[in-house]
C-alpha cells in the first residue's frame, strides 16, 4: 500500500516529468538518481505510518534516454504515468527549462515545472501541481550515476 501511495503521490506531482527538452537543455542520458520531497500533499486518512514515510524525501533511480529527452520524460518514478498531461508552454536553455502542463483525468490541474542543470551530471527542479483538491510542491535533486541503465 506504502508503494502504491508514494507511485500515487509521484504521478500526480512529479510524474508529470522534469521534462527537458533535448534541442537545448544538456543533460547525460543513462541512469540517473532523483530524490524528491513532497509538500502540501494531503495525508487526512492515511494511516500514520504511511503519512510519516511520506513526509520523507522519496529516492528512485531512472533511466533517461535520447527518447525521454525529446519528449520530455526526465525524472519520472519507474511507475509513473501522465497520459492525462500535456505541456502547453515550454522554454529551454542549456541550463534552465521552464514548463506549464494542463493534466485532466483523477488529477486533473495546472502544473508548473523549473529545472536547472549546473551540470549534465545534475539536476535540480522545482515542481508546483496545483488540483481542486490543493497545492502539492515537489523540491527534486538529480545525480548522473552512470551511462548504462540497470534493469
Not at 519520472?76 to 498531461?85: F, H, Q
Not at 529545472?115 to 538529480?142: D, H, R, S, W
Amino acid at each position: 500500500m506504502k508503494r502504491s501511495i508514494v507511485a500515487a503521490a509521484s504521478v500526480a506531482s512529479l510524474a508529470t516529468g522534469a521534462g527537458l527538452l533535448a534541442q537545448g537543455f544538456s543533460l547525460r542520458t543513462g541512469s540517473w538518481s532523483f530524490t524528491m520531497t513532497m509538500q502540501g500533499m494531503s495525508l487526512e486518512g492515511l494511516p500514520p505510518e504511511v503519512q510519516a514515510e511520506l513526509k520523507k524525501p522519496q529516492t528512485f533511480t531512472s533511466c533517461v534516454t535520447t527518447e525521454d529527452l525529446k519528449n520530455l520524460n526526465v525524472g519520472r518514478p519507474p511507475d509513473s504515468d501522465d497520459e492525462d498531461c500535456k505541456t502547453i508552454s515550454s522554454k529551454v536553455t542549456a541550463t534552465v527549462a521552464d514548463l506549464t502542463r494542463e493534466c485532466s483525468g483523477g488529477n486533473a490541474g495546472t502544473e508548473t515545472q523549473h529545472f536547472e542543470a549546473a551540470t549534465p551530471q545534475t539536476l535540480k527542479g522545482t515542481i508546483v501541481k496545483k488540483t481542486a483538491a490543493g497545492t502539492t510542491t515537489i523540491a527534486m535533486n538529480g545525480k548522473w550515476v552512470g551511462p548504462k541503465c540497470e534493469e
